[in-house]
């Protein structure tokens, strides 16, 4: 058995990684840790692991060294410490932001502060595998996917990738986020009393994730704007963008279904009837599953491209597991595998 441990695993993040790790068929956990909940059971935190495993939350100093080593802290704390981090994991996968972006001066200006470890950042490969398979086959070192930029750079991936996309004309995406989003600890504004029953925009544009979709799309013309709604888990990324002209609507079903052939977590929805028409976070909640569907207006060249998923999934803990199967050369599905319900 393959052996990991997951520093931070108290958090949203390290709950769903330990849900995936411990029915994983090639992994043993060998330790969470949580200096907030030092030595309680992790089910006591995550209580949906019951009768899943009697692991206890230990002290991140008494980490012993293991295979494959999960960071799943606030972002800011990885890059301080990678030095040390690099001599307990062979293999490492952060899901927070410390080494989302290659460029230093791209890192300072995006999150106003200096990286604190610059020369790593060249040496992580962006979490996405939809985008980098062949390098994670490779790495050593994989940085994490900010959720909202996973819906965002999906929604755009056929058509960066059929070289469809206009990229003289701006491209706007609405992004619907969950609550989830905000973290375990949550802040002011994710109480339930000022949570619930909303559609609150929180960031109209200049969102962090932004910059991994300028990054990984190449694209310089892009704005997300950030909108929280009544959901636990899920996001919704809705991109507005311009094709080339004469680009027809068959053109696109062929650049989507390439894309969605390819990766097998993506799956198109585009339906003429029924109630699921389009991509629906409600229906992927705990899966890995990203689901994308686009509408066309062919005398304007005006798309709407969509893509839906779980956000503690596909867009953090679950790519998290994608590439570490990657990484150790195991099927990119393996335990992984497994649907959305319906109804929830």
């Known amino acids: 058995m393959t052996t990991a441990s997951i520093i931070g695993g108290s958090g949203y993040g390290g709950g769903e990684l330990l849900r995936l790790l411990l029915s994983h ?85 995006w999150y106003g502060e200096k990286h604190a470890a610059p020369e790593w950042l060249a040496r992580f490969v962006y979490g996405l595998p939809e985008l980098h398979r062949a390098e994670l086959a490779n790495a050593n070192y994989v940085s994490g996917v900010g959720c909202n930029a996973t819906a965002s750079n999906l929604a755009l991936l056929p058509l960066v990738k059929a070289d469809l996309l206009d990229k003289s004309f701006p491209v706007f995406i609405e992004v619907k986020v969950g609550s989830s989003e905000s973290g375990a600890e949550g802040n002011a504004g994710s109480h339930h009393a000022e949570r619930a029953n909303v559609i609150r925009t929180f960031s109209a544009f200049g969102h962090r994730h932004t910059a991994e979709v300028m990054q990984e799309m190449c694209v310089e013309q892009v704005s997300l704007t950030m909108t929280a709604v009544d959901l636990v888990r899920g996001v919704l990324a809705t991109a507005h963008a311009k094709v080339k002209p004469g680009v027809a609507t068959k053109d696109l079903w062929k650049a989507y279904r390439a894309v969605a052939n390819e990766n097998p977590f993506v799956r198109i929805v585009k339906e003429q009837r029924g109630i699921y028409r389009v991509p629906e976070p409600k229906i992927l909640a705990g899966t890995n599953y990203a689901d994308l569907g686009f509408e066309l207006d062919e005398d304007s060249g005006h798309i709407v491209s969509i893509c839906a998923i779980d956000n503690l999934m596909k867009g953090a803990a679950g790519s998290a597991v994608q590439c570490m199967n990657l990484m150790l050369g195991w099927a990119e599905t393996t335990g992984l595998e497994f649907t959305g319900l319906h109804p929830i």
């Open 25 to 109: 068929p090639h992994i043993e956990v060998k330790q969470a840790t949580s200096r907030s909940h030092l030595g309680e059971y992790v089910y006591q935190v995550h209580p949906n692991l019951r009768k899943q495993t009697q692991l206890k939350f230990s002290d991140p100093a008494t980490l012993e060294p293991v295979d494959v080593l999960f960071l799943a802290q606030p972002h800011g704390q990885a890059q301080h410490h990678i030095e040390q981090y690099a001599k307990l994991g062979s293999k490492i996968i952060d899901l927070a932001a410390d080494f989302r972006l290659r460029d230093p001066a791209f890192y300072e200006q």
